[in-house]
């Protein structure tokens, strides 16, 4: 059994909830989230943290999606009501309050659309276009929590808490259940 080396490290100063990682221009990144209310980006070819956001709030039970393509890191902020849209850089872009507490993320495989759990009532997933930030598709049928998300194209998504759901959500009609 190959055993793993430590190749780089940094710290939070509370548990992590939430990691992704990204190639761009010959160098890996990872941005991760954390109970200590900030979101760091992490440069493996500098071997530090070189940038972070503080929330200024506890942030708790989030996602993080990355998309290359359209240049988006996305964190879905439950306690807050509120997906954070940063640039590959860690810089602000925009913020969208919601009408429920987004737990789970999930991004289709072009990387053009975004598709957010709730984790509380309305139980809903929505899907956002990450070229333009803006809320293209909303599927209210779940009776529970939202978190897990995938897409089988950029017009079919899963979704699921308690029941798993697939549903249409570009020109394609709802479809439900399975």
Do not use: W
């Not at 954390?34 to 942030?59: C, P, T, W």
Request: hydrophobic share 40%; with cysteine.
């Amino acid at each position: 059994m190959k055993r793993f080396k430590k190749a780089a490290e940094y710290k939070h100063d509370n548990f992590v909830y939430a990691v992704s990682s990204f190639y761009r221009q010959g160098a890996f990144y990872v941005v991760s989230g954390a109970y200590d209310h900030k979101i760091k980006l992490f440069s493996f070819e500098q071997n530090r943290v070189i940038r972070e956001y503080d929330a200024g709030e506890m942030v708790k039970n989030n996602s993080i999606s990355v998309s290359k393509r359209y240049g988006v890191i996305a964190v879905a902020v439950k306690n807050t009501r509120k997906i954070l849209f940063f640039d590959l850089q860690l810089n602000l872009r925009r913020k969208i309050k919601t009408d429920t507490e987004p737990v789970g993320t999930g991004l289709s495989p072009s990387e053009k659309f975004l598709a957010v759990g709730t984790g509380a009532p309305p139980y809903i997933c929505t899907v956002y276009d990450l070229k333009t930030l803006k809320k293209v598709s909303e599927f209210k049928k779940h009776d529970n929590v939202v978190i897990a998300l995938a897409f089988l194209d950029d017009n079919t998504v899963l979704s699921g808490g308690k029941m798993m759901r697939k549903y249409g959500c570009g020109r394609q009609k709802a479809v439900m259940g399975f």
